[in-house]
């Protein structure tokens, strides 16, 4: 891992601006028993409001740090200055293709949302709530006919977040540990699996839309053959971009959060009986856990030179907008590291801000809202299991691993 003593700094940025802070690499961000990277990343509070990193991003580049969360929502306010184009799943393979919409910048990223927005709408979410809670429901009870300990992110985050996800790409639940191999050897594998994973991916994607162009079905993919922008269909590549973003957003993120959770309730119990007294609260209270336990670092790349803030951005630089950090804005929350199940007016930037806000949160927070109302109504109080810690980490996207729970 390359340090802030090994990375050469840019001859623009002033010395006096550089911090020696890395969401992948600074205390905390490497797997870390019984760790709580989130708070980790808060120390960046008690310095400038924007620094430049010289090892912050999954390849070793450096990027300005935005902490305030009034900043990150200009940064993501203004894709004229900074762009989404990063090309992050592409370039594991030395490629430049956008994930589609996220790394499109306007007019282009307007029509792809228009397109893809109906099928993610509260309406749809509505309409696919019942088989959500029923997978939910038979995860759990399967659990709990098994004894009175799991772990929970192998047996119930993530065949529950990934088969919601199958079944909205219209495919049964049989290659589900296949999927979510791919995708952590994608986001948390070394140089070799990385690519590995991101060629198979493609090649997944790619036969998935030649196979609905011929027998289409009810299901995402069959919808992206057959649809139009401008009034021409959407190309193989665009197709591509398109499956590859809905596959690695859907796989990590909603089961990381429910880890989180689920990891604080088992820390506090006197919010889990809170919970359990009146489950109509669990809706705010995921809110407050969306803010404190957020796992995306959203990254731009500057399009020309600016003075912002007092920092000397110049074109093609990177800015990190890292929702873990303005979370934890004391500017914007009062008592930023204080987790308040009843905190009200809760402006978290967990799915990001602007333009590009997560097309997937409608679904992502019924998800996870669904996922704790189901465990909490099945699962006595529960605790981490005696002996056990679980694994904690950051990067490009924060995780937890080994969270045995214990409810005997």
């Given at each position: 891992m390359e340090t802030l003593a090994t990375r050469p700094i840019p001859a623009h940025v002033p010395p006096e601006m550089v911090g020696d802070f890395s969401l992948f690499s600074s205390p905390g961000m490497q797997p870390t028993p019984n760790g709580d990277p989130q708070a980790a990343s808060a120390v960046v509070h008690q310095g400038p409001r924007i620094f430049y990193s010289p090892v912050n991003t999954r390849d070793g580049r450096g990027t300005w740090v935005v902490t305030r969360a009034q900043d990150q929502r200009r940064v993501l306010q203004d894709p004229e200055t900074f762009s989404s184009h990063r090309s992050?799943?592409?370039?594991?393979?030395?490629?430049?293709?956008?994930?589609?919409?996220?790394?499109?910048?306007?007019?282009?990223?307007?029509?792809?949302?228009?397109?893809?927005?109906?099928?993610?709408?509260?309406?749809?979410?509505?309409?696919?709530?019942?088989?959500?809670?029923?997978?939910?429901?038979?995860?759990?009870?399967?659990?709990?006919?098994?004894?009175?300990?799991?772990?929970?992110?192998?047996?119930?985050?993530?065949?529950?977040?990934?088969?919601?996800?199958?079944?909205?790409?219209?495919?049964?639940?049989d290659r589900l540990q296949e999927f979510v191999r791919w995708a952590n050897d994608l986001l948390h594998g070394d140089n070799v699996q990385r690519p590995a994973a991101a060629r198979t991916i493609i090649a997944f994607i790619d036969d998935l839309a030649a196979e609905r162009r011929k027998r289409p079905v009810d299901d995402f993919v069959s919808f992206l053959v057959q649809a139009k922008i401008d009034d021409r269909p959407l190309t193989d590549a665009e197709i591509r971009g398109t499956g590859v973003l809905l596959f690695v957003a859907g796989l990590d993120t909603v089961a990381a959060a429910i880890g989180f959770d689920l990891n604080y309730l088992a820390r506090h119990p006197s919010d889990q009986q809170w919970l359990r007294d009146d489950p109509s609260r669990i809706v705010l209270a995921a809110e407050e856990l969306l803010r404190a336990y957020p796992t995306v670092q959203m990254i731009r790349v500057a399009t020309k030179d600016i003075d912002f803030e007092g920092a000397p951005i110049r074109k093609g630089d990177y800015v990190s907008c890292a929702t873990m950090i303005a979370n934890r804005d004391p500017n914007e929350f009062p008592e930023p590291e204080k987790i308040d199940l009843t905190r009200e007016d809760n402006r978290h930037t967990a799915f990001a801000y602007g333009p590009h806000r997560c097309l997937g949160s409608h679904l992502a927070r019924r998800e996870i809202v669904v996922g704790l109302e189901e465990w909490l109504k099945r699962i006595p109080t529960f605790r981490i299991k005696e002996g056990t810690a679980p694994i904690t980490y950051g990067g490009h996207v924060f995780g937890i691993e080994k969270l045995i729970l214990d409810w005997s």
């Open positions: 992050i799943f592409a370039s594991a393979l030395g490629e430049s293709w956008p994930m589609i919409p996220l790394e499109l910048d306007p007019p282009d990223h307007g029509k792809f949302r228009s397109l893809l927005n109906p099928l993610l709408s509260p309406r749809r979410v509505m309409a696919l709530e019942t088989a959500v809670r029923e997978r939910a429901v038979s995860l759990i009870d399967g659990i709990a006919a098994s004894g009175t300990s799991c772990d929970v992110m192998q047996d119930f985050a993530f065949p529950f977040a990934v088969n919601i996800f199958l079944r909205f790409l219209g495919l049964s639940d």
